[in-house]
Structure formats: C-alpha cells, structure tokens
C-alpha cells in the first residue's frame, strides 16, 4: 500500500546532542512537510519541499534544518535537541487533486529529550 | 492571532448526542480539509470542500464550506465512542502552497 512512514516511531535523545528523523513515501507525491505537534495541539509547520525547492516558515528555529535527497525521502535534523524540542515531530506528503493539496501524514515520531 | 479559529476547544458528550465543531476565518480558502487524528497518530483525512456553500456527507459526519469560504462546520449526528479524537480543520492557502490549522478539538464521547 502507497504510504507515508517514518523513523523511527520513537526518538530518545540527550539535550544538546544532533539527532536526525526520517520519511519516506511511496505516493509520489512532490511535495513534502514537516510539522511540530506538541500535545493536544494543532500542528505548526517547520518547513516544507516543493519538488527540490526549500520553503522555511519565518518563525522556524535556526537549530531545525531539513534534507530532501531525491521525491521520496526527507530528514529533519535537530542540531542541538533542547527540552522544548520534545514533541511529535510528523511528516506528510500532498500533491495538487482539483484545486485542493490534501495532506497525507505519516504517523509521526515521539521525540524525547533528557 | 490564529488566522483559522476553531470551536470548541474540548467537547466531552455522551453516546448518542449531536455536535458541531466550527471554524472560522477572516481569509478566504481555496479549499478547507478535515482531518481527524487518535492518540500516537498522524492527522487521518476525513474530506476536503472546495466549493462554497458545498455539503458534504461521511455517514454520520456532515461537513460544509462557508459560502464566502471563509468558514467550515462539522456536524456529528448519535455521536459513538469511536468519534473520540482531536479534529482539525485546515485551510489551503494558495500563497505559499500551504495549509493553515485550526487550533483543535478534542472530543470525547462517553459510553
């Protein structure tokens, strides 16, 4: 089945030290998002890849940085995980379908931080 | 200020009961999607309105774009346990080929 999937289901990781989430899709889908989801909240977009173009969102912290080698595959690196980064860290995927980008989520990674 | 207002925040109601969540926006959307995500998952899409003045039925769930596509509801008829989890509605934003979130609503239907 075509998917979104995502590495690992849970992240343990010390202050401070890099740490680095993956995605995969088998949609073929061009365009490709992270998000943070901190509990019971809405989702708030880090970055997104439209084909190989970067999108950052203005109040996306310097520490996040992301990688898109080729469509399937995106990484998002956490440079210097402090206790605040701990938070479901989701990627999606969408193309355009009739006017509407509908998103395609994986089922995210738990990141903890200690 | 949240460009995609959503309400309520948390709903608890028992089995069998109506709801509606509601969301709204001073911009207007190309397109307003409905996602639905349980405890440890990824946000599920439950369906996309395009059109304004749209309706659009999911069994139980009825959904409707804004004719001015500024706002969106979603209605829950003889609510079940299973409806529990966290809506989102979300906003297409053709500038910058995004969506915009609400903030949320956590619904929980007791049995």
């Known amino acids: 089945d075509a998917m979104v999937i995502q590495n690992p289901r849970y992240q343990v990781t010390q202050f401070g030290k890099p740490v680095t989430l993956s995605c995969s899709q088998t949609?073929?889908?061009?365009?490709m998002y992270w998000y943070q989801q901190k509990s019971s909240q809405a989702p708030k977009l880090l970055f997104h890849?439209?084909?190989?173009?970067?999108?950052n969102e203005a109040d996306t912290p310097d520490n996040f940085q992301s990688r898109r080698p080729n469509t399937s595959f995106c990484f998002l690196d956490i440079r210097s995980p402090g206790l605040g980064d701990a938070a479901m860290y989701l990627c999606?995927?969408?193309?355009?379908?009739?006017?509407?980008?509908?998103?395609?989520f994986g089922p995210g990674t738990r990141l903890t931080v200690t | 200020t949240q460009l995609l207002e959503q309400s309520p925040q948390f709903l608890s109601i028992q089995e069998g009961e109506n709801l509606t969540v509601y969301c709204n926006s001073s911009?207007?959307?190309?397109?307003l999607q409905w996602y639905r995500q349980e405890p440890g998952e990824g946000p599920v899409l439950l369906v996309t309105?395009?059109?304004?003045?749209e309706v659009k039925k999911l069994k139980r769930l009825t959904f409707q774009f804004g004719d001015a596509r500024k706002d969106s509801s979603l209605h829950i008829t003889a609510a079940q346990p299973g409806d529990t989890g966290l809506y989102l509605c979300?906003?297409?934003?053709?500038?910058?080929?995004?969506?915009?979130f609400g903030a949320g609503t956590i619904l929980r239907v007791k049995s």
């Open positions: 999606a995927t969408s193309r355009e379908s009739s006017g509407a980008y509908e998103q395609y």
């Open positions: 949609l073929n889908h061009n365009v």
């Open positions: 890849y439209y084909d190989k173009d970067f999108n």
């Open positions: 911009s207007v959307f190309s397109s």
């Open positions: 309105v395009v059109t304004g003045g």
């Open positions: 979300a906003g297409f934003m053709e500038y910058g080929n995004k969506l915009v």
